[in-house]
């Protein structure tokens, strides 16, 4: 009998009666008052909303491509938290990128990658919930997808911050901002990061009636639908907003059943689809004179996608480096099963039996404010739980091999508290505590099929019962709880010259396991196939086996960070700050054994490894010229990250042999360095022209790095002259993979009007947005055959028509309108599997009706 995957219960009656509870507390206090609060901004001297951002005293901005203040078009504002006033970005010392809700709604960007045509230095990859990573100068999460892992950027929607990269696999929609902040975080608010943080604001409800709809059919036979409601249930007292998004095409690549060795697929399936909705409900409560707010949200978001496909090139790798030839997937189907041409066209699908990615994300959060004199006190509860059940392609060209998958589940618990001191001529503070509770179970399953023993075993005569139908598992654990206290304040040394300073203590404690273990299959097989089976099980999956682990860590957060205003249109700055990112816990983990099945264990992988730590210095400037209505920020920085986690390998010796056993697993890298500068610049030559440009240039180097993973094909002669593989590889002094080198974002947007429909004035618009991202290497640079992308250019345009109140429009419009072809990834081939590309979105286009009703 197999053995099942547990499932936690979801949320239960009283937890979320705690959450929500936690947050109506506060409608006894005082509730004989009625008087009416405004529901979008507490009142001067009030700090309702605070702290919004994990960065340095933002709370929020009213960002947007093209704000008009009277004095500095396209010089976006923000609220500072700290001091309880509004300031503009520009007088912000960080390094900081941000769009409105607007402006995301008007060019259709629903996914968090389409951003970094806008943002520079940011490069998130959403390929699939479960290897997803935000990348913000070069780095961020493990690419390869560990659950036990966090991100080094942090994500943080509506204040809550996420841990698991499924949490935020997510489409977005109505939206109020987002924020990309750069440098170590943590000694504000949320969770501590050592590169950065991206920052989502959904549209909070509102005591004004309000409702819209956008519908945008496109090609590829999608249609994509949004629509939100909001007003007031009890007048100035409780008013709701409700969110509901959804998505859904024919997908990018046909994928024909196979006709050489025939594929049980009957029909034609394409692939890289998009199928997925989300919802949310929201309920505002004000209380006590509108000295406090409690905001409640549900969330629920769900795909089932075809959306992990990579299409099939010629080989890369032909030679070992001593000339000899490379053993190639190619020569191994045409054995065994006479296959003897492959399509090599990567938008055409070869996937034997290809299956969705099934998943879903829940999530309840409330959100307290308290006025208490001239105090403010905020306290954020929240829980998530996301799961994912992939089964992947059995094969390639009607091969049915062995279909592998990770099925998580992963729920966390948080709570913060903060209090915000009053804003004063001579020192701001905030202080804060933030605990959370994360699990996570992550099975790696492994379902061989009916090809599985001919294929794998590369032998013709193999018995088919030897795999047909086995299934092994590795099912990994991971748990962490996580305490921390923080504060931040702000010196007004003299009217022009600031000093920041904050510091944080976390303490965590992080465990995990791994089980291995198979079941199914012929249970009555001879005994000589028997032995291969079980030969072959403890080779390539390790067997049957149990593995633990856990550390406590306590790590030190801080931030020093001066800035001063020569004059009021330029804000010189610098900072000094160090952040860390929790241990990894390996849910893969295994042990390392001297031999083939049965031998002894010679040590065990580390189930949870060590934080990283990042000491990373800024210095920038931001310089408006009011009279141009220009904006010029440069930001100059250097990240040292030492303990960087990635892929390693490890040289053991048989003890009984003395052969070198090279085994390959999860841990520290000694130390890696980003360094670089991001400029960001606007202009808006008219009140309803404004032009953008951006640039970032990036080196990401491993300093470091003596003991990573050998060079696929790479050779040495041993002792008595045998050219054998090698065992690791030193990448000291090399570049990060998967860096561009630079990028850069030229746009503008223009309105204009064209006269008048029923009374009411009509604007033509048109926007075009021009993101160019230099030369990408996907290989090491001790990698045999370079793979890369050269430079690229993906341009995004629209042009409509609307009222200037937004009540109505209409835009045609395209995203990489000049069907550019790239790919975000090339792997190399080996023996077992082709070569292989990740496909970049191709030319998408279509029309959006956008309608407003008060």
């Known amino acids: 009998m197999s053995r099942t995957f547990s499932l936690r219960p979801a949320l239960s009656q009283a937890d979320a009666a705690w959450m929500v509870g936690g947050g109506l507390l506060l409608a006894a206090w005082n509730v004989q008052s009625a008087d009416a609060v405004e529901a979008a901004q507490p009142a001067s001297g009030a700090a309702v909303e605070t702290a919004q951002l994990e960065t340095d005293r ?269 053993p190639l997937y190619e020569t191994r189907i045409r054995n065994l099963y006479g296959i003897e041409q492959i399509d090599y066209d990567p938008w055409t699908g070869d996937a034997t039996n290809p299956s969705k990615l099934p998943s879903s994300t829940d999530g309840l959060s409330n959100e307290l404010n308290w006025n208490i004199g001239e105090y403010t006190f905020t306290s954020v509860t929240a829980w998530r739980k996301f799961e994912l059940y992939p089964r992947n392609t059995q094969g390639y060209n009607g091969i049915y091999s062995v279909s592998t998958g990770y099925d998580v589940e992963a729920e966390q618990y948080s709570q913060e508290f903060r209090l915000a001191s009053a804003v004063s001529d001579i020192f701001d503070w905030q202080v804060g505590s933030f605990f959370l509770k994360d699990d996570r179970d992550s099975n790696y399953r492994f379902l061989y099929g009916r090809d599985a023993a001919t294929f794998l075993l590369n032998d013709k005569t193999a018995n088919p019962a030897i795999l047909n139908n086995v299934e092994h598992d590795s099912f990994g654990k991971a748990h962490t709880r996580s305490y921390a206290a923080f504060g931040q304040g702000t010196w007004h040394v003299l009217s022009n010259v600031d000093l920041t300073a904050g510091l944080r203590l976390t303490h965590e404690k992080r465990s995990g396991s791994n089980d291995g273990y198979s079941f199914g299959g012929a249970q009555d097989l001879p005994a000589a196939d028997q032995t291969r089976r079980d030969n072959y099980l403890f080779t390539a999956r390790s067997g049957d086996f149990s593995v633990d682990g856990s550390k406590k860590d306590t790590s030190v957060s801080w931030l020093v960070n001066p800035s001063w205003k020569i004059n009021p249109d330029l804000l010189v700055y610098g900072s000094v700050a160090q952040g860390s990112k929790s241990g990894a816990i390996n849910t893969d983990a295994r042990p390392i054994y001297a031999g083939g099945a049965g031998s002894a264990i ?71 360095r980003l360094r670089g500068v991001e400029i960001e610049g606007s202009w808006s030559p008219t009140r309803r022209l404004n032009v953008w440009a951006n640039a970032a240039i990036t080196e990401a180097k491993y300093v470091d790095f ?90 995004n345009a629209g042009i409509g028509i609307r009222r200037p109140d937004r009540s109505f429009a209409l835009t045609l419009w395209g995203k990489n309108v000049f069907d550019e072809r790239y790919y975000d990834r090339v792997n190399l081939n080996n023996a077992t599997a082709p070569a292989t590309v990740r496909l970049g979105q191709p030319l998408t286009f279509g029309v959006t009706l956008s309608l407003r009703l008060s």
């Open 58 to 326: 933002i709370e929020t901005a009213q960002l947007g491509v093209n704000p008009l203040p009277a004095e500095a078009a396209a010089v976006a504002e923000v609220v500072i938290t700290a001091r309880r006033r509004e300031e503009r970005l520009q007088d912000v010392p960080l390094s900081i990128s941000a769009l409105s809700g607007e402006f995301v709604q008007e060019q259709n960007l629903v996914r968090i990658q389409e951003f970094a045509a806008r943002i520079p230095n940011f490069n998130p990859d959403t390929s699939n919930p479960r290897t997803s990573s935000l990348s913000i100068r070069g780095v961020g999460g493990l690419g390869s997808g560990s659950d036990g892992s966090e991100s080094g950027v942090g994500q943080i929607v509506d204040n809550v911050f996420y841990t698991h990269v499924g949490f935020g696999w997510a489409p977005l929609y109505d939206l109020e901002s987002i924020e990309v902040a750069r440098g170590p975080q943590g000694t504000l608010l949320g969770k501590n990061t050592t590169v950065g943080a991206v920052i989502l604001r959904t549209k909070a409800p509102s005591f004004t009636a309000e409702n819209g709809v956008d519908i945008s059919p496109r090609n590829y036979k999608g249609l994509q639908t949004s629509a939100y409601s909001t007003g007031a249930l009890v007048e100035d007292r409780v008013a709701y907003r409700l969110s509901y998004y959804s998505d859904k095409d024919e997908g990018l690549v046909p994928n024909p059943s196979y006709p050489i060795v025939q594929d049980d697929q009957r029909d034609e399936k394409r692939l890289l689809d998009t199928n997925r909705w989300a919802a949310r409900g929201q309920l505002l409560f004000k209380f006590a004179d509108g000295d406090a707010t409690s905001r409640v949200i549900y969330d629920h978001i769900s795909s089932d996608e075809f959306n992990n496909y990579s299409g099939i090139v010629a080989p890369i790798l032909t030679q070992y480096s001593d000339g000899a030839a490379f």
């Open 602 to 672: 010679i040590e065990t992988q580390a189930v949870v490894i060590d934080p990283e730590k990042a000491t990373d210095y800024e210095l920038g400037f931001k310089k408006s010229w009011p009279e141009l209505r220009t904006t010029l920020n440069v930001n100059l920085y250097q990240n040292d990250i030492k303990d960087y986690q990635g892929v390693l390998v490890g040289v053991f010796t048989d003890p009984a042999t003395g052969s070198l056993l090279p085994r390959q697993y999860l841990g520290n890298i000694d130390h890696v």
């Open 706 to 795: 003596a003991n990573a993973p050998p060079t696929q094909g790479a050779r040495v002669q041993n002792a008595s002259g045998t050219w054998v593989n090698t065992t690791e590889t030193d990448l000291s002094g090399t570049d990060i993979p998967n860096v561009p080198e630079w990028t850069a974002n030229l746009g503008f947007d223009y309105d204009q009007p064209i006269g008048n429909f029923q009374g009411s004035p009509i604007d033509l618009f048109v926007y075009v947005n021009e993101a160019v991202k230099g030369d990408t290497r996907y290989s090491t640079e001790a990698d045999l055959n370079y793979r890369g992308q050269d430079t690229y250019a993906l341009t």
